[in-house]
Every structure is written in structure tokens, then in C-alpha cells.
């Protein structure tokens, strides 16, 4: 059975996909094969400044749009991707169309937003510091408007994390620490690790309305200020969470509210739209 989800945009096909799709080695030839296809897409998600109320950057979301399956999740493939070592090509892909898309958006003469892409464990482990240079090489993006998304599970290898992270800064890039307040951190890592930007899970926004929620989210917000951080909080579905987050002093916000993650012709549609 395929699930229409909706709000996301696209089928779930958890069961069939993962009972059908046979074995690892299938799936895995599959990835392999919409690679060399070009059947990887990206969809970009609005990231607002909440104080200025500009559309102030973009998170690349990758999509596999299946011959026959259609749009499939990221959530579908990624973890297979990861766990065989296929998220590297792929994950390269994703990077080199995320940011030769912000160059063509600077050269059609859209406001300069910054792009954000997702980085895994594997990815982040790999020589990531020459891709990066590479990608930004050919596709003559300013460094600054490349934002790497990583998870706080990196931060459990310290003095690797660090010099590596040192490297990106180097080159010019942001990093931000994505999914925030759902993995392994601590003040004294925080502190010590080289990033720009906290990205607070959709986890505690979704409740913050309700419960101690907003207390956690603002305590987050006011720490990271304190160790000057920028802050965009995630999932950000209702009015109620603007106006909350925006009187905390939350920086920036992405979620169903600004804008659903859409194909790059889409996005430009509602540029400007708040
Ligand atoms: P993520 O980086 O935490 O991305 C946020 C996810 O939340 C996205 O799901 C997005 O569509 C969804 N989302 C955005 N706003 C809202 C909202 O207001 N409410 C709710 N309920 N959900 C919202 P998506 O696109 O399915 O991506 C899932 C995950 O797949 C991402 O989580 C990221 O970890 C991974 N991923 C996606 N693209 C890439 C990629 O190019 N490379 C790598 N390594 N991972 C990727
Ligand atoms: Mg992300
Ligand atoms: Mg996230
Ligand atoms: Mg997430």
C-alpha cells in the first residue's frame, strides 16, 4: 500500500517499499542505478529571519522521484545510503546541485540566501574538506551562502570533529548543528566546537505552545547567544509559534507555516511571499 501523507508532499512506502524492495543488495543497485539516471532531486525548504521577516536562506531536501514509485522520502533511503556507503556519491550530488542552484538563483538576480544541506555521520567522516572546496570551486558559490547541516553524533569523535571543522571554517562555509537537543552535547563541546548556528529539533516546537517546552526552547536560545550562536528553530507550524519564537529572540525559523519544501521553479514562484 502507498500512504499519500500530504503534508509532506510525498508517498510513504514504508512496507511495501521496504518488504519489496527484496534484499539490501537490490536497494543498494537501485540507489546506484537513479544516481547514473538522475532520478535524485532536491526540494527547498524557506528559512525566515523572523525580525526582518526576509526569506533569508533555503534547506535542500533530496527526494528520489521513483520511475515508477513516484516521489519517495528521504527518510526512505537515506539510512540504506548511509549504512552501505553510497550516501557519499550521493550526498555529492546533493551538495553540487544545492549550490550550483544558489549561483544560478544569485545570477537571475534573486537576493543572495544562503543553502543548506544535510550532512551525515558517513559524509562528515569522509574527506568532506576537499568536496566542499571542490563543489565550491566549480560551482563559484560564495562560501558564506553554504550552510553544512550536522548532527551532534559527530561531536562523540572530539579532536577529529574539531579539526575537520576547523577545515570547513577555513574554507569559508557555516556550520550548524542540526536536529539540537535530540543527541549527545554538551556545554563544554558546544563551546569548544567551531560552529555558527543551532538548529532546535521540531520535537520541542511543536509543543511549545503547551507545555515546559517553551522554557527548555528559550533556555536553548539564550545559551546559544551566549556562546554566540545564531538560532533557527525547525518545524514551525503555527502563528502561535512565530509570535512565541519570535519574542524569544529565536533568529530564524523553517516549517510548514513560511513554506513546504518545494522544487526550486516552485520556490521561486513565492519568493517574497510572507
Ligand atoms: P532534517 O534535516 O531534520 O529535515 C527536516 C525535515 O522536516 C524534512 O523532512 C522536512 O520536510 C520536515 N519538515 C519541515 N518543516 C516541517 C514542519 O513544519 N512540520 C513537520 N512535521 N515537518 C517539517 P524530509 O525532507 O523528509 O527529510 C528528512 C531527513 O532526511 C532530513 O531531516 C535529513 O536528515 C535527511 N536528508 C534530507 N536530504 C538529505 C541530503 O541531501 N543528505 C543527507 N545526508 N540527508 C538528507
Ligand atoms: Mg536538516
Ligand atoms: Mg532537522
Ligand atoms: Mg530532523
Redesign the pocket.
Known sequence: FAKNTG??NYKLFTKEFLVHSQNKVELEMDLRKALERGEFM??Y?PQYHLKTQEMVGV?????WNHPKKGII???EF?PFA?ESGL?IP??EW?IREACSQNKTWQQSGYPAIAVS????PR?FQSNIVETIQSVLLDSELDAKYLVL?ITESIMMEVDKSISTLKELKMLGVKVSI??FGTGYSSLYYLKKFPIDKLKID?SFIRDIVHSNDETLVKTIIIMAHTLNLQVIA????TKKHVDLLTSLNCNEA????FG??VPAKELEKTWHQF
Open positions: 503534508a509532506n532536491l526540494y525548504q534547506e535542500a531536501l533530496i527526494r522520502s528521504p527518510l537515506i548511509e550516501i550521493i550526498g546533493a544541506v544535510n550532512l551525515s559524509q547541516e542540526d536536529d521540531q525547525e518545524g514551525v507550524e523553517q516549517g510548514f507555516y513546504k519544501p
